[in-house]
């Protein structure tokens, strides 16, 4: 009964951080997933996959785990590598670049 505690990543629909502030536990899968043969679904008899668990922080998390023999692994968040730019940069002085009209 492993998990997995990390900080979910901004999906690709949002523009904002929503749901980006919260740390999650979740169980690692303990069965494969199997194809059912009639209708080529994916299924699993892990009851634990469809349990995920939210907390503030990584250390209310971590002493969850603790507190309830769950063996864990602890995923830091990667930096984002993107400068937030605002629109007003497109026409500043210093720009660097060419126009393109």
Known sequence: MAARIYKPAKTAMQSGKARTKRWVLEYEPETPREVEPLMGWTSSGDMKQQLGLSFSSKDDAVAY?????????????????????????????????????
């Open 65 to 101: 785990a603790e507190r309830n023999g769950i063996t864990f692994r602890v995923i830091e968040p990667k930096a984002s590598k993107r400068r937030p730019k605002s629109y007003a940069d497109n026409f500043r002085y210093g720009r660097v670049g060419q126009w393109t009209h």
